[in-house]
């Protein structure tokens, strides 16, 4: 079933999203949903935002179509989940596209909806660490399924700076993740995930260097979501396989994830405030050094692959290596970020 559902799937999704974007751009001009030049911008014209719209609308509609083509789908307790709170992120990123929010306001939301998720069974109680030791979470087991889906989310809206890079990086999370599903022989996380690889597939088209339109905080916090949610229901239905359900958004999602807590680091030795935006993350540093938006975007889509090989190396070796190369690797990667964003801190 898996092979013939897994290329209409990713078909469905990538036709839709080449449709919708269009529009998409047409409508972001009509509701005034354009990002103006600013201090922090590397853009220096105009450009529709909210592509998130289009990436949302065609991931959503083709869940719809397979909900009624796969019977083991729609009675998939995470489906409603993943849907409402996709509907969700996705309103809470047009909100915020057009009125700004505040970082608390957003954060505030964010919570609200990882709390929804919860009611719904995304839920994350056990964790198992790579030498096979299962960890109860008990009571801790809601603050850290918040945390999770905080994290990841903002990780996505993080990186989403440049022309590409974090749709691209999305793209190839979907990828790692949807060869989980078929290795674990999981259904749910194959078809949710193909689902997102079409959308930003597609997107990819309208969205990389140079930009016709920008996916916004539409795109980026249902983007991350997806990630984060899909993660989150495989760690209830991978049973055995615990340990490297959450191991694998980690390593996938590792540059992102470093460039976040690299951020946190800076700020804080700087005294200023961890949620206010500012033109220092890694995509910034790297073009300020003098390489060009689309180098910077594909070494990025460069380093994503190469954890994600590792990720699924979790899957088919003795998980001990590839916990061992994961380290090993994260580790220069997070003193290279580092020494980049050296020069912001004092002395």
Do not use: C
């Amino acid at each position: 079933m898996i092979n013939y559902y897994l290329p209409l799937a990713i078909a469905i999704s990538f036709l839709l999203v080449l449709i919708f974007t269009p529009l998409n751009i047409k409508l972001s001009n009509k509701w005034k949903l354009i990002d103006i030049p600013k201090e922090r911008s590397i853009h220096s014209s105009p450009i529709p935002i909210s592509g998130g719209i289009a990436i949302a609308l065609s991931t959503l509609i083709t869940e719809i179509i397979f909900y009624f083509l796969i019977k083991d789908f729609t009675n998939n307790p995470f489906f409603w989940g993943i849907f409402i709170g996709g509907v969700l992120s996705l309103a809470i990123g047009i909100l915020d596209d057009k009125f700004e929010y505040s970082a608390i306001r957003k954060l505030t939301l964010e919570i609200i909806l990882t709390i929804i998720m919860i009611l719904f069974g995304f839920h994350i109680k056990l964790l198992t660490n790579p030498f096979n030791e299962v960890i109860n979470l008990g009571i801790f087991s809601y603050p850290v399924t918040i945390i999770w889906f905080l994290i990841i989310m903002n990780a996505i809206n993080i990186i989403d700076g440049i022309d590409g890079l974090a749709d691209g990086i999305v793209t190839i999370s979907s990828i790692v993740l949807l060869i989980t599903g078929i290795i674990t022989n999981n259904m749910f996380i194959v078809l949710i995930s193909s689902i997102l690889f079409g959308t930003t597939l597609g997107f990819l088209k309208y969205n990389f260097y140079p930009a016709k339109i920008f996916m916004g905080d539409a795109g980026s916090l249902f983007l991350g979501f997806n990630l984060a949610a899909i993660s989150v229901a495989g760690t209830a239905q991978f049973k055995g396989a615990t340990a490297i359900t959450l191991l694998i958004p980690i390593a996938t999602l590792f540059i992102p994830l470093t460039d976040v807590g690299v951020s946190i680091i800076r700020r804080v030795r700087t005294k200023k405030n961890i949620f206010i935006a500012d033109k220092e993350h890694l995509h910034h540093k790297m073009l300020q050094i003098g390489f060009s938006t689309t180098f910077v975007a594909i070494t990025g889509y460069f380093l994503t692959a190469l954890f994600g090989l590792i990720a699924i190396g979790f899957l088919l070796v003795d998980k001990r290596i590839t916990f061992f190369l994961l380290i090993l690797l994260g580790i220069i990667v997070f003193v290279l970020v580092y020494n980049l964003n050296k020069r912001n801190f004092p002395k």
